[in-house]
């Protein structure tokens, strides 16, 4: 199975100040159809997972423009360039390229 | 809109058997696999298979392996996930998911555990 670490485990952040989280993968997502699964979910206390970024980097399509991914191979990046407070909440990385699709452990992303 | 709706909350006794359905609307339901995770209280996502509703073939997490079976119908544009043997370590939330985008989630269904 891929393993997905994600770091940090938590990230407090100051409102309007950016953050980053990291995800590697124990082996490279790219698929035989050249594309990369990877994904980032956002998950607000008491819901359920929601999409922000697939294959990398394309936004979903209502995400706010200050979520940006990026990355290649086993090393990705999920930025948030001004948190806001409509941010909180856990993040997940999430490899679909091969059976089993694998999660990261999460990244709690709350304000200071 | 594109969306899938699961069934109602459930509470089993340790040894019984839980089917969720996830009804899928917005869409053409044989163009994209949908896939079950779950995530028990204050833990994060764990995959537990994959269905493929065009020809209903389903490949399953080693964990699950025969303990859970994925089924679809068709003519309701439903998929069902059934988990036998349940013990209180099932205790989770359940989502049905669409594609390998992730895009949507079902709403969730609590399945509690207790004697």
């Known amino acids: 199975d891929i393993v997905m670490t994600q770091t940090p485990l938590s990230s407090p952040v100051t409102l309007g100040q950016p953050a980053s989280i990291s995800c590697r993968s124990s082996?490279?997502?790219?698929?035989?159809?050249?594309?990369?699964?990877l994904n980032w979910l956002q998950q607000r206390p008491g819901q359920p997972p929601r999409l922000l970024i697939y294959k990398i980097s394309n936004r979903f399509s209502g995400v706010p423009d200050r979520f940006s991914g990026s990355g290649a191979g086993t090393d990705f990046t999920l930025k948030i360039s001004r948190v806001e407070a409509e941010d909180v909440g856990v993040y997940y990385c999430?490899?679909?390229?091969?059976?089993?699709?694998?999660f990261g452990g999460g990244t709690k992303v709350e304000i200071k | 809109q594109v969306q899938l709706v699961q069934s109602g909350a459930e509470v089993k006794r340790p040894g019984a058997s839980v089917n969720i359905s996830c009804k899928a609307s917005?869409?053409?339901?044989?163009?994209?696999?949908i896939y079950w995770v779950r995530q028990a209280p204050g833990q994060g996502l764990e995959w537990m298979g994959i269905i493929n509703p065009s020809g209903g073939s389903a490949s399953y997490a080693q964990k699950f392996q025969g303990r859970v079976t994925m089924t679809r119908d068709t003519s309701t544009s439903t998929v069902y996930m059934e988990l036998s043997s349940l013990t209180s370590e099932d205790t989770a939330l359940y989502y049905c998911?669409?594609?390998?985008?992730?895009?949507?989630w079902g709403q969730g269904t609590l399945v509690t555990v207790s004697s």
């Open positions: 082996q490279s997502l790219v698929h035989s159809d050249g594309n990369t699964y």
């Open positions: 917005g869409y053409t339901f044989t163009t994209y696999y």
């Open positions: 999430m490899q679909a390229t091969q059976y089993p699709f694998t």
């Open positions: 998911v669409r594609g390998s985008s992730a895009y949507p």
